[in-house]
C-alpha cells in the first residue's frame, strides 16, 4: 500500500462547479498535511495547511479525518484558473519528512 | 531574487555519462531536499539535509551522491547515467517547519 493515496483523476468540472479531492495515508502517527498545487511544468507551490478542526481559505476549504487517516479539499465556484495537477502532502515522522501522493488533475472548462 | 534555484533547467546526456545538478537557496532555511518526479508525475523524495548533514536517505541507487558544501547548497551528482534515470528532479528547501519551496526543476533525459 502507498504511503499517500490520491485519486488520480482526472476531473472535468464545468466552472462555478464544486469538486473535492480526497487522499488517504497510512501513517497513523503523521503529524501534518498539506495540500500542494502543480501547474504544467512547473514545480509544486503549497496551496494549504490542513488542520485538525478544519480550515478555509476563499474557494478553498481542506479537512483531516484522524481516525479514517484521510484529508480532503474542497474547491466552490471552480475557475479556469484553478486547473491544475493537486498533491497531497503528509509528513512522516517530523516536518523534515514530506511525502507526496501521485496528485490528483482538475480541468476546469468553459 | 529567486528563493531556490538549481542548474541546468535541461540535461540531455548519454547513457554511462555522470552529470551534476546544483541547487542553491538564500532563504536561510536549514533543510534541503531533491525530489525526483518520474513520468507518471509522482513526486519522490530522495535526500534530506539539514544543516549539511544527511537525514533522510531514500532508496536510491548508490550513483546518485548528494554533496552539501553549505546549508545554502545541496547538489546533486549522478554516475553512469541510465535510461531510467530520466525524470525531473526538484530542489526544495524549508526551515522544517511546513511550506517547501521548490526549486523550477531540471529535466534530465537519459538518450
Given at each position: 500500500?502507498?504511503?499517500?493515496?490520491?485519486d488520480p483523476?482526472?476531473?472535468?468540472?464545468p466552472e462555478?462547479?464544486?469538486?473535492a479531492f480526497?487522499c488517504?495515508?497510512s501513517?497513523?502517527?503523521s503529524?501534518?498535511?498539506?495540500?500542494?498545487?502543480?501547474?504544467?511544468?512547473?514545480?509544486?507551490?503549497?496551496l494549504?495547511?490542513?488542520?485538525?478542526?478544519?480550515?478555509?481559505?476563499?474557494?478553498?476549504?481542506?479537512?483531516?479525518?484522524?481516525?479514517?487517516?484521510?484529508?480532503?479539499?474542497?474547491?466552490?465556484d471552480?475557475?479556469?484558473?484553478?486547473?491544475?495537477t493537486?498533491?497531497?502532502?503528509?509528513?512522516?515522522?517530523?516536518?523534515?519528512?514530506?511525502?507526496?501522493?501521485a496528485?490528483t488533475?482538475?480541468?476546469?472548462?468553459? | 531574487?529567486?528563493a531556490v534555484s538549481?542548474?541546468?533547467?535541461?540535461?540531455?546526456?548519454q547513457?554511462?555519462?555522470?552529470?551534476?545538478?546544483k541547487?542553491?537557496?538564500n532563504l536561510?532555511?536549514?533543510?534541503?531536499?531533491?525530489?525526483?518526479?518520474?513520468?507518471?508525475?509522482?513526486?519522490?523524495?530522495?535526500f534530506?539535509?539539514?544543516?549539511k548533514?544527511?537525514?533522510?536517505?531514500?532508496?536510491?541507487?548508490?550513483?546518485?551522491?548528494?554533496?552539501?558544501?553549505?546549508?545554502?547548497?545541496?547538489n546533486?551528482?549522478?554516475?553512469?547515467?541510465e535510461l531510467?534515470?530520466?525524470?525531473?528532479?526538484?530542489?526544495?528547501?524549508?526551515?522544517g517547519?511546513?511550506?517547501?519551496?521548490?526549486?523550477?526543476?531540471?529535466?534530465?533525459?537519459?538518450l
Amino acid at each position: 500500500r502507498k504511503e499517500v493515496e490520491q485519486d488520480p483523476g482526472p476531473f472535468n468540472v464545468p466552472e462555478g462547479a464544486t469538486v473535492a479531492f480526497n487522499c488517504t495515508y497510512s501513517n497513523s502517527a503523521s503529524q501534518s498535511f498539506f495540500w500542494y498545487r502543480q501547474d504544467c511544468r512547473k514545480e509544486p507551490k503549497l496551496l494549504m495547511s490542513v488542520y485538525s478542526s478544519g480550515n478555509e481559505d476563499g474557494r478553498f476549504t481542506a479537512q483531516l479525518n484522524r481516525a479514517s487517516q484521510y484529508i480532503s479539499l474542497l474547491i466552490r465556484d471552480s475557475k479556469l484558473s484553478d486547473s491544475a495537477t493537486y498533491l497531497c502532502v503528509v509528513t512522516r515522522y517530523n516536518n523534515n519528512d514530506m511525502r507526496f501522493g501521485a496528485g490528483t488533475r482538475l480541468t476546469v472548462k468553459p | 531574487d529567486t528563493a531556490v534555484s538549481q542548474t541546468p533547467k535541461y540535461l540531455v546526456t548519454q547513457m554511462g555519462n555522470d552529470k551534476s545538478i546544483k541547487c542553491e537557496q538564500n532563504l536561510g532555511h536549514d533543510t534541503m531536499y531533491w525530489y525526483k518526479q518520474d513520468s507518471k508525475k509522482f513526486l519522490k523524495i530522495m535526500f534530506s539535509y539539514n544543516n549539511k548533514e544527511l537525514i533522510i536517505n531514500e532508496t536510491v541507487p548508490n550513483r546518485f551522491s548528494p554533496k552539501s558544501p553549505d546549508k545554502a547548497h545541496l547538489n546533486l551528482h549522478i554516475n553512469s547515467l541510465e535510461l531510467g534515470d530520466s525524470a525531473v528532479y526538484f530542489c526544495a528547501s524549508s526551515l522544517g517547519d511546513e511550506k517547501l519551496f521548490f526549486g523550477s526543476g531540471t529535466q534530465l533525459s537519459v538518450l
